[in-house]
């Protein structure tokens, strides 16, 4: 059984940093990309950021280039999202999800439509 287990969300103030986690298990995704996507009531859900499995490519949205960075602990099967310089517009809830990677190089889709597996999710919630 394929699990998505995300943790480290929270309250923060504007400025401030928080680390997620989403540790998976359940299967080999070797041959996946894993994505963090993020969701407001009333919006879809919105790619945040993605970051190739087999060879650590990371990809992002620019509203938050150069502000947060994704990695991955291979040994752990878990990826991570380090968000710094925390705006107010960053609060959602954060969902880690898995994509099939079509080809060996080939760029992570954004869709979240296209990912196989998910998360439970995490809140984060930054105060001005």
């Known amino acids: 059984q394929v699990q998505l287990v995300e943790s480290g969300g929270g309250l923060v103030q504007a400025g401030g940093s928080l680390r997620l986690s989403c540790a998976a298990s359940?299967?080999?995704?070797?041959?996946?990309?894993m994505g963090w996507f993020r969701k407001v009531p009333g919006k879809q859900r919105e790619f945040v950021a993605a970051?190739?499995?087999?060879?650590?490519?990371?990809y992002y949205a620019d509203s938050v280039k150069g502000r947060f960075t994704i990695s991955r602990d291979n040994a752990k099967n878990t990826v991570y999202l380090q968000m710094n310089s925390l705006e107010p517009e960053d609060t959602a809830g954060y969902y880690c999800?898995?994509?099939?990677?079509?080809?060996?190089?080939?760029?992570?889709?954004?869709?979240?439509?296209?990912?196989?597996?998910w998360g439970q999710g995490t809140q984060v919630t930054v105060s001005s």
């Open positions: 999800g898995a994509v099939p990677v079509r080809a060996p190089y080939s760029r992570p889709s954004r869709r979240s439509s296209d990912y196989d597996y």
């Open positions: 359940g299967r080999t995704f070797s041959s996946y990309a």
């Open positions: 970051i190739r499995w087999s060879d650590g490519s990371t």
